[in-house]
C-alpha cells in the first residue's frame, strides 16, 4: 500500500500544480515535512508529500512553478489594457460626436468625388442615349456613305484637290534646291532669302486661287487641300530657319550639330534601328527632306528623336481607331448635326432671339461632342499611327488641357505641334527683338486668327471674319479669365467658351452659306 502510495503521490501533486501556482508551492513544502513523518512512522502519503528519491520530478516543478509565475505577470500586464478597452467603450456610449466639417464643405479636405463623376458619366450618357433616340425617331436613319464621297467629289472622274495636293511637291524641292545652293554657297544670302519668300508666299496664293477659280472644287476638298498647304508652309519655313542657323554656326566655326538620318538605315540589331551621323549639310538629301514633310511635327531640327522599333500591336490599334472614330464622326455629322443647322435657318433668317438661343443651345452637345471625338481621332490616334511607322519619337502632340484654367493654357497646350513652331519661329525670335510680352501673344493670335479665317472663307468662297473675330475674341477673355477667374471657375470658363464659341461661329457661316448658296438662288 505504501508502494502504491508513493506511485500515486507524485501523480496527484503533478496534477494539482497544473491548476495553480498555490498547490505547486504547497507540494513543494510537503516534500520536506514527509521526511520528518516518515521518522515517526506516520502515513503522510495521502496528504501530497514528494519522496526525495525523485529529483527528476522535483525539476518538473520547479517549472511548472516558474510558468506559473509567467502566467500571473502576463495577467497584471493585460489587466491595464482591458481596463483602458473597457474605459474607452464607455465613452463611445457616453459620447458620439467629434468637430468635424462636411465632406462637401471646403474646409473639409475631402477629395475623393470618383462616385460623382461616374453619375455625371453615366446622366451624360443616358442624356444622349435619349436625343439619340429622338433623333432617330423624328428624322430615320440619314448616314449614307454614297454622300460622303459626293463631299470631296463633284465629278468621279476630276480630282483637282487630289491633284492639287499632289503639286505641292514643286514647292518642297524648291525649298530643298534653295539650301543646296546657299550651303555650297553658288548664291548669296540674299538671294536665298528672296527664293524662300517667294517659295512661301505662292504657297499661300496658287491653293487659294486654284479653290477660288475652279468650281469643281467642293468646300471639303478646299478646306483638305489648303490644310495640306498651310502644314507645309509652316514646316518649309521651319526648314529654311533652321538651315539658317546651321550655316550661322559653320560660319562661326562653332562646334558642328549631328543628327541622324531621318530614315533608319538597313542595318539592324534586335530590331533597333542603326542609325548613322551626319552633319550639315549632309542633312540636305531627299530622303531627310520627306521624312520631315510626312513626320508628325512642324518644326525641323537636326537630331529628330527615333523609337528604336515599330510596334505593331500599338500600329494595329491606332489604325482601327482612326477607322472606327472616322466612321463615327460622319455618322454623328450626318444624323445629328446636319438636321440641327438645317432646323436652324428659319430662326436666323426671322432673327427670332430666343429660338436661336434654342438652336444653338441644342446644337452645342453634338458639336462640342464631334470636336471631341475629332481631337482624339486625329492627335492621338492618326498622329501616333504616323509616328510609330515612321519611328519618331517624340509623341507630345497635347498636354493635360482640359484640366486648362485659363485661356493661354488652353491654347499652349491642346496643340503642342503648332505651339512648338509658334514658340520657336514667332513668339521668342520677337521677345529677342524686344517685343513686349503682351503684344507678341497678341501677334500670335493674330497670326492663328488669320489661318483659321484662311481655311474657312476661302473653300466656301466668301469672305465673313467671323473665324478671324473669334480668335481675336481670344485676347480679351484670356485677359478677363487670367485676371477675375481662378481655379475650377476659370476651368468652368474656357470649358464654357470652346462648348458655346464654337457653335456660334458655325451657325453663322452655315447661315452666310446657305443665304449666299441657296436663298439667292430660289
Not at 434654342?358 to 492621338?380: C, D, M, Q
Amino acid at each position: 500500500m505504501s508502494d502504491r502510495a508513493d506511485a500515486r503521490g507524485p501523480v496527484s501533486r503533478r496534477r494539482r500544480t497544473t491548476i495553480s501556482g498555490a498547490a505547486a508551492a504547497a507540494a513543494a513544502g510537503g516534500g520536506g515535512a514527509a521526511t520528518g513523518r516518515q521518522a515517526t512512522g506516520s502515513k503522510v502519503h495521502d496528504a501530497g508529500d514528494k519522496p526525495r528519491q525523485h529529483p527528476a520530478k522535483s525539476k518538473t516543478e520547479d517549472e511548472v512553478q516558474g510558468h506559473a509565475g509567467d502566467s500571473r505577470d502576463v495577467s497584471r500586464q493585460h489587466s491595464p489594457r482591458k481596463e483602458t478597452s473597457a474605459a474607452e467603450d464607455i465613452n463611445e456610449r457616453l459620447s458620439c460626436h467629434v468637430l468635424q466639417e462636411s465632406l462637401l464643405s471646403s474646409a473639409s479636405g475631402y477629395s475623393n468625388y470618383r462616385g460623382i463623376l461616374n453619375w455625371c458619366v453615366v446622366m451624360l450618357v443616358l442624356s444622349n442615349a435619349r436625343l439619340f433616340l429622338e433623333n432617330i425617331i423624328k428624322y430615320g436613319i440619314l448616314v449614307d456613305p454614297i454622300q460622303v464621297v459626293s463631299l470631296f467629289l463633284k465629278d468621279p472622274y476630276s480630282w483637282p484637290a487630289a491633284c492639287l495636293i499632289i503639286a505641292s511637291n514643286v514647292f518642297i524641292l524648291a525649298a530643298l534646291y534653295t539650301e543646296r545652293r546657299l550651303a555650297v554657297g553658288t548664291i548669296s544670302k540674299t538671294t536665298g532669302l528672296i527664293l524662300h519668300v517667294i517659295n512661301l508666299t505662292s504657297l499661300l496664293i496658287v491653293p487659294s486661287a486654284t479653290v477660288l477659280l475652279l468650281t469643281s472644287i467642293t468646300p471639303v476638298g478646299g478646306v483638305l487641300s489648303l490644310g495640306v498647304y498651310t502644314v507645309l508652309l509652316l514646316k518649309l519655313y521651319s526648314y529654311q530657319d533652321t538651315n539658317r542657323w546651321c550655316r550661322e554656326i559653320r560660319q562661326a566655326k562653332a562646334k558642328r550639330l549631328t543628327r541622324s538620318y531621318s530614315c533608319p538605315s538597313v542595318a539592324q540589331s534586335n530590331g533597333s534601328a542603326v542609325h548613322t551621323h551626319v552633319s550639315y549639310p549632309g542633312n540636305l538629301t531627299h530622303r531627310d527632306m520627306y521624312y520631315f514633310v510626312f513626320a508628325p511635327t512642324l518644326c525641323y531640327q537636326l537630331n529628330f528623336p527615333r523609337s528604336p522599333r515599330i510596334r505593331k500591336r500599338f500600329l494595329m490599334r491606332r489604325l482601327f481607331e482612326m477607322l472606327f472614330f472616322m466612321q463615327l464622326l460622319v455618322g454623328l455629322i450626318q444624323q445629328w448635326m446636319v438636321p440641327t443647322i438645317q432646323n436652324s435657318m428659319k430662326p436666323f433668317q426671322e432673327m427670332d432671339f430666343s429660338r436661336m438661343v434654342e438652336r444653338l443651345l441644342k446644337l452645342a452637345v453634338p458639336n462640342h461632342l464631334i470636336w471631341l471625338i475629332f481631337f482624339y481621332w486625329f492627335f492621338h490616334s492618326s498622329m501616333n499611327f504616323v509616328a510609330e511607322l515612321m519611328q519618331f519619337g517624340d509623341r507630345e502632340f497635347y498636354r493635360d488641357w482640359w484640366n486648362s484654367e485659363t485661356v493661354t493654357y488652353f491654347w499652349s497646350n491642346w496643340n503642342i505641334p503648332v505651339h512648338k513652331w509658334c514658340l520657336r519661329h514667332f513668339y521668342k525670335p520677337m521677345l529677342r527683338k524686344g517685343v513686349n510680352k503682351f503684344l507678341a501673344q497678341t501677334a500670335v493670335f493674330l497670326v492663328s486668327a488669320f489661318f483659321h479665317e484662311y481655311l474657312m472663307s476661302v473653300p466656301l468662297k466668301m469672305f465673313r471674319c467671323w473665324a478671324f473675330m473669334g480668335m481675336m475674341a481670344q485676347v480679351p477673355l484670356a485677359w478677363f479669365v487670367g485676371r477675375f477667374l481662378n481655379g475650377i471657375y476659370g476651368n468652368a470658363a474656357v470649358w464654357i467658351s470652346l462648348i458655346i464659341g464654337q457653335p456660334v461661329a458655325v451657325l453663322m457661316y452655315v447661315h452666310d452659306y446657305y443665304v449666299i448658296h441657296y436663298d439667292s438662288s430660289t
